[in-house]
């Protein structure tokens, strides 16, 4: 009787495994399809977008696929980062041309009156330079370091990057709040040039400047800027979806997800939701339940008519929305890490390069 018992148990148990196996399998189809409707609005257009968010597009899903039909968006990005790198290289690189940039830069947040851009003039009113140095200068000079190549006056360059010292920036407070996300990509950008490496003074103010039990204080933007901040360590680290991330290196971002990761759903964007779940597959974290929830909340959001995942206010601005949708479709759909495309190992993308590029010099030339 007892033996009958346990074969009924192992049968029922074994039954709820191929269940949970074709529910699991259903799923996975349901976000490819998704993500694929996703892909085939934002492809038909893809050239009509501006060259930024073009290249933003073409380089993530060349990093995830290696497919050469998005070269033409790499070679727009790359035209793009070698005219400012140009142009900083020739007008603005003095001190006096720097401010005058970055003054000009700071008018563009006066009139907004919106929580992100109000912080941002308040704060970097006191230090414009960043404007020009983290936000611009080293977003260039570390896209055309990515790809193994530098601008032909690199020195020069470097030289503007050590009059300042990027601390300064990274360990404020109030830089925190307004600029959390991109002084996590600048940081990292910093140490991946071989410049000033200040990631922990960075993580460390990040976490006083944020401390988990202040959450509910938290206005929305806020909430959002430190998830941002946060998915933004990871996706630095990882140099934008080129290689894995390890979990242990950064415990304390992903048990704070795993804790939380019932509020993020019911209080952030989809951008932030889907990079949540994002940060989990670039450390090998695919079965990981964070996954499984993220995925869910950002299949629901998509609009099946539209192709495209509208905002929180339910636009559907094509430009506007690239970014939340690129995101999506690596989220609903991912494929690998690759560390590409590089001069080296996909040449016939720079067969020609844009004037005022070269390669880097490899390291026994150095």
């Known amino acids: 009787m007892r033996h009958h018992f346990l074969a009924l148990i192992l049968g029922l148990t074994l ?29 038909q257009q893809l050239y009509t977008l501006p060259a930024f968010k073009e290249g933003h597009y073409g380089l993530r899903m060349y990093r995830q696929t290696l497919d050469d039909k998005y070269s033409a968006a790499i070679w727009s990005d790359l035209a793009r980062v070698t005219s400012r790198l140009n142009y900083f290289a020739a007008e603005v690189n003095t001190p006096e041309q720097i401010y005058l940039y970055s003054e000009q830069r700071l008018e563009g947040y006066k009139d907004d009156e919106d929580e992100r851009s109000m912080r941002r003039f308040t704060v970097t009113k006191h230090t414009p330079e960043y404007l020009y140095l983290g936000v611009d200068l080293l977003g260039s000079m570390a896209r055309a370091n990515e790809y193994g190549l530098q601008h032909q006056q690199d020195d020069k360059l470097r030289k503007v990057i050590r009059r300042y010292d990027f601390n300064h920036y990274a360990t404020d407070p109030e830089m925190i709040r307004a600029w959390a996300a991109q002084l996590a990509n600048q940081v990292y950008w910093l140490r991946q040039l071989g410049e000033q490496d200040v990631v922990p003074e960075f993580i460390e103010a990040f976490q006083k400047t944020y401390p988990d039990n202040k959450d509910s204080k938290l206005s929305p933007q806020q909430y959002g800027n430190k998830l941002y901040g ?52 670039l450390a090998g974290l695919e079965n990981d339940p964070v996954v ?38 690596m989220l609903l759909d991912w494929q690998q890490v690759n560390q590409a495309p590089t001069y080296t190992r996909q040449p016939h993308i720079f067969s020609r390069l844009p004037y005022g590029l070269e390669p880097k010099p490899s390291e026994d030339q150095q």
């Open 230 to 281: 946060m998915t933004h360590i990871i996706f630095a680290d990882s140099e934008y979806y080129q290689k894995q991330v390890s979990e242990q290196q950064h415990q304390w971002i992903f048990d704070y997800f795993r804790a939380n990761i019932d509020e993020i759903i019911v209080r952030a964007k989809e951008d932030v939701i889907a990079e949540v779940g994002i940060s989990f597959l």
């Open 15 to 43: 039954s709820h495994s191929v269940c949970a196996d074709n529910q699991t399998k259903q799923h996975v189809e349901q976000y490819k399809q998704s993500a694929d409707l996703i892909r085939q609005t934002y492809e």
């Open 292 to 329: 499984a929830k993220t995925r869910a909340a950002i299949a629901a959001a998509v609009n099946t008519q539209k192709g495209m995942v509208p905002s929180v206010t339910g636009d559907f601005d094509f430009s506007q929305g690239e970014h939340r949708n690129t995101l999506a479709i």
